[in-house]
């Protein structure tokens, strides 16, 4: 006589809704988890505004920091091209343009604000500030009278 396979009666056999309903809690605990690690997408671009930022101060700052010390501004006229002292600096307050003028209009969003102060070593501070108000980036040096 052939031998037969019998199917199991085991109740160990498959999950019960008890451990059916615990898993999904785990999963759904997990996926929470995991969900607050990302970030939101309105903030995702703060960073690339904070780098923005960051570099239309260093190249405000490289500019100033190529002009002679004086302790008079000398002659400021002519556009920033043409200066020849950092004194002619203090006071500026622009969108973002190049040194001769021409307005950068990419860059419109942010605004530039340089003050000069002091006299050997002059404190130089270049500030940058985004519209959006949530990035105000700050860049501070020093220029020495040689």
Not at 20 to 48: R, W
Request: proline share 4%.
């Amino acid at each position: 006589m052939p031998t037969r396979l019998k199917l199991s009666n085991s109740p160990t056999a498959g999950f019960t809704l008890i451990e059916f309903a615990v898993a999904i809690v785990i999963i759904g605990i997990g996926a929470a988890i995991l969900t607050s690690f990302v970030t939101p997408t309105a903030a995702s671009a703060d960073p690339m505004i904070q780098a923005q930022a960051r570099a239309i101060a260093t190249g405000y700052m490289d500019e100033i920091l190529l002009r002679k010390h004086d302790q008079d501004a000398g002659d400021c006229t002519g556009g920033r091209g043409n200066w020849a002292s950092i004194r002619c600096y203090d006071g500026l307050n622009e969108s973002p343009t190049d040194q001769f003028g021409n307005a950068i209009t990419i860059l419109n969003d942010y605004q530039v604000a340089v003050s000069i102060s002091g006299s050997a070593p002059a404190g130089i501070t270049v500030n940058v500030v985004h519209s959006s108000g949530n990035v105000n980036y700050s860049l501070q040096s020093q220029r020495g009278a040689y």
